[in-house]
């Protein structure tokens, strides 16, 4: 009862489509399946979004999986190591052509996702206490997922441009692969938001300029594999 007590909780928007009592009896069926395997309930979840996505039968909701792999990402980075937006200070001292072979490092809670349904819209429409949406309509979307400066977990849909943009730089490309003019615009704004910690690869500066030690890492056993 205390684990799917702890899983109700990292779920909310799971449950407020399906409903306490069904939702329950999910959760049940899972840990038999998936019992914890680490100390901390945090991790509990981690094997739901599969679990349900395998299930020969269940409720008629489409985008459940989905879902619970965008509330589970949430829960995980709570978990993740802090660390400090890229200072403006440390933009200035970027010698002008240098910016082309510039990377980027990212908040260590940092996440990326795409999914066939807007499951980021269900989700804040639990957060703020609105009507959910139990059968939204198909539809690609991408969502960036972080951690901002007061330590709150925060997410936004984001176009396929930019996705297209995070994605390739987080592997380790260099910003001038990036071809598209709103990228200026998009930097500004990953800086404020806090999902930039540091920039790689500046002459004379080190592996790394304006992140903290231990940026990049993430703590945690696996997470769904969707």
């Known amino acids: 009862l205390r ?21 329950k009896k999910l959760l049940a069926d899972y840990l038999v399946n998936h019992p914890p395997a680490h100390y901390s ?42 660390a400090s937006p890229l200072s403006m200070d440390v933009v200035a001292a970027v ?15 940092f996440r990326l996702m795409a999914f066939a349904y807007p499951v980021h819209d269900v989700r804040r429409s639990v957060d703020l206490d609105q009507p959910v949406c139990s059968e939204p309509e198909e539809v690609q979307t991408y969502v960036a997922l972080c951690r901002d400066v007061r330590g709150a977990t925060t997410y936004l849909g984001i176009g396929k441009p930019q996705y297209d943009a995070l994605e390739a730089l987080m592997a380790g490309k260099p910003l001038g692969v990036i071809a598209d003019e709103q990228l200026p615009t998009w930097f500004q704004e990953w800086i ?35």
Request: with cysteine; aromatic share 10%; charged share 15%.
């Open 3 to 23: 684990h799917v007590g702890s899983l109700l909780d990292d779920f909310p928007a799971v449950r407020a489509v399906l409903g306490t009592d069904p939702t």
């Open 41 to 82: 309930l945090l991790y509990a979840g981690h094997a739901f979004a599969d679990f349900l996505a395998a299930r020969p039968e269940g409720p008629p909701t489409y985008f459940l999986a989905d879902l619970a792999a965008f509330e589970y990402a949430l829960v995980s980075i709570t978990e993740c190591a802090d």
């Open 95 to 109: 010698p002008e052509d240098a910016w082309p072979s510039v990377g980027l490092a990212f908040h260590p809670a």
């Open 192 to 226: 404020a938001w806090g999902w930039v910690v540091g920039v790689v690869g500046v002459p004379g500066a080190g592996a790394v300029a304006g992140a903290v030690a231990g940026a990049g890492e993430c703590d945690e056993p696996s997470g769904p594999s969707r």
